[in-house]
């Protein structure tokens, strides 16, 4: 048996490639009768049989019958997927989705759109997320009294992205109070990140007490009920329904675990935190889903992760079957992800 960690020649590449190309377009084994017939190879059955063999040896193929062609592994998939072209989608799909890009005016709508068009040009589970960094810079504040003891806070970023907050404090603030409050951040804090906020915040209470011992009183009071805290990741996810058709070898109690993984935003965010992690600018591809859930083994994650200026990181993905149409999807992703950039 031949080393699993050997290099493939040409010849072996290009054989899986074929094979791999050839399943995804139908879904079936592929035979080496199959591919002698492809005039671009000029090799014999034979010749082919022998390289299919030392490809299931190395573990990039896999035979599902005796008498059946062969299949590509999780591994086949992975390295035909880094050697696929990354070309830009038609100019037409290109402006369709800038315009959608640009018709989204805050955060939110932006995470929804990019989510929605990477549904709609790929035909699976598109997912986008914006994830708050500390680098956050603070637009404004407001804050309004509402009954029993309760305030709500509102916290609006230069990304465009607010936050509304309802907090319970121990007694009733008048509203001449909040505004005052409201006033001073606006007025000190504006433009400053919400981590250097508080920061700045707790050293004035050391330091300028007898002046702003009020003020800064209540403030402490606020910021321990979350006035300077990171925002919560925006998240939105369509064409989780693409997955119900798909034969991913799973039982009903798996299929329902998948979709209860997804349908909860932590582990969603925790599945691009861990597989897009490095991929800043570059698109990453992930073929092989198990380590983050059983029920995933049998996807690929391809994303895109973008700093945008603003203090958010960016997550732009697609979910899907092994056999997706990694050219279109990766364009896809790409594409989306710059227009989102654009937009920040």
């Known amino acids: 048996m031949q080393s699993p960690q050997r290099q493939l020649t040409p010849r072996e590449r290009t054989i899986l490639h074929e094979i791999v190309g050839a399943h995804i377009e139908s879904g079936e084994p592929v035979g080496s009768r199959t591919l002698a017939r492809l005039r671009h190879l000029s090799l014999s059955p034979a010749t082919i049989r022998n390289v299919m ?15 059946a062609g062969r299949v590509p592994t999780d591994k086949g998939f992975r390295d035909f997927a880094v050697s696929v072209p990354l070309r830009p989608l038609p100019q037409g799909e290109r402006q369709r989705i800038y315009a959608r890009m640009q018709s989204a005016h805050s955060l939110e709508d932006r995470v929804a759109a990019a989510s929605s068009a990477l549904t709609e040009f790929t035909h699976n589970v598109g997912i986008a997320a914006a994830l708050p960094l500390s680098s956050q810079e603070l637009e404004h ?4 009294g509402l009954s029993d003891r309760r305030v709500l806070m509102i916290v609006a970023t230069r990304d ?13 603030l008048p509203q001449d109070d909040l505004t005052l409050l409201r006033n001073y951040v606006n007025h000190h804090f ?10 700045e915040l707790l050293r004035r209470i050391d330091e300028e007490r007898a002046r702003y011992d009020e003020i800064l009183r209540h403030l402490t009071v606020l910021c321990a009920k979350g006035l300077f805290a990171d925002s919560d990741p925006q998240l ?3 064409g989780a329904s693409y997955l119900v058709g798909l034969d991913l070898h799973l039982t009903r109690e798996r299929m329902h675990e998948l979709f209860r993984a997804l349908e909860q935003k932590q582990q969603v965010v925790a599945l691009l935190d861990r597989f897009l992690a490095g991929s800043h600018g570059q698109i990453g591809v992930h073929v092989g ?5 059983p029920a995933m083994g049998e996807l690929a994650l391809i994303g895109v992760t973008v ?4 203090g958010v990181r960016a997550r ?15 364009s896809a992703v790409q594409q989306i992800g710059q227009a989102f950039e654009s937009q920040a």
């Not at 992205?161 to 319970?168: F, I, K, Q, W």
């Not at 700093?307 to 603003?310: E, F, N, T």
């Open 141 to 144: 504040i407001e804050l309004i």
């Open 53 to 67: 063999a030392d490809l299931s040896d190395d573990g990039y193929l896999a035979q599902p019958h005796t008498s």
């Open 190 to 199: 504006a433009g400053w990140t919400l981590e250097r906020a508080r920061t």
């Open 289 to 293: 889903l198990e380590e983050a859930h």
């Open 236 to 238: 939105a996810m369509d």
């Open 316 to 330: 732009i993905a697609v979910l899907g079957p092994m056999r997706m149409n990694y050219e279109r999807v990766m």
């Open 160 to 172: 465009r992205l607010v936050r509304n907050r309802v907090v319970t404090l121990d007694r009733e």
């Open 307 to 310: 700093d945008l200026p603003s």
